[in-house]
């Protein structure tokens, strides 16, 4: 019977390689600690017992262990990527319909405020509201 759990930890190696999560590689390491324990055992109860187990035991006291080592930095992109940049109001953003346009980069926004923004003045971009970027004024503190 050892040498079906090896085959099922293979295809499940074969299947952690294919897929992109990291989730099927428990179950191949249950399937040969299942294959090892089924040479002293013929009875598939104990070993089901065991690779359903083993598996789920692998699983879940490991994720945090590689959560921990795969952590990286997600980079924004596409849309996403303008929140936290500065840009530069190109149509006055009036108090009256809170809408306008900003320039950020070599990209045209429109851009909706709280207040009113005159043309020119540097900005920072807060947040995405469907095709909008919500901004607020960039304020220098004062020098004394």
């Known amino acids: 019977m050892w040498q079906?759990?090896?085959?099922?930890?293979?295809v499940c190696f074969i299947l952690e390689i294919i897929t992109i999560g990291f989730l099927v590689f428990w179950f191949a390491i249950g399937a040969l600690i299942t294959a090892l324990v089924s040479l002293f055992t013929n009875n598939i109860i104990i070993q089901t017992t065991v690779f359903v187990l083993s598996s789920t035991a692998l699983l879940f006291l490991t994720k945090p262990f590689v959560r921990k080592f795969s952590k990286e930095d997600k980079v924004?992109?596409?849309?996403?990527?303008?929140?936290?940049?500065?840009?530069?109001?190109?149509?006055?953003?009036?108090?009256?319909?809170?809408?306008?346009?900003?320039?950020?980069?070599?990209?045209?926004?429109?851009?909706?405020?709280?207040?009113?923004?005159?043309?020119?003045?540097?900005?920072?971009?807060k947040e995405i509201d469907g095709v909008k970027v919500i901004v607020e004024p960039i304020t220098e503190p004062v020098l004394k």
Not at 4 to 10: A, D, E, P, Q, Y
Not at 83 to 108: A, R
């Open 76 to 125: 924004q992109t596409n849309a996403y990527s303008v929140i936290g940049k500065k840009g530069i109001i190109t149509k006055e953003i009036s108090e009256k319909t809170g809408i306008g346009l900003v320039s950020i980069g070599s990209e045209v926004w429109t851009a909706k405020a709280s207040s009113s923004i005159p043309k020119n003045s540097e900005v920072i971009i």
């Open 4 to 10: 079906v759990w090896l085959v099922i930890s293979g």
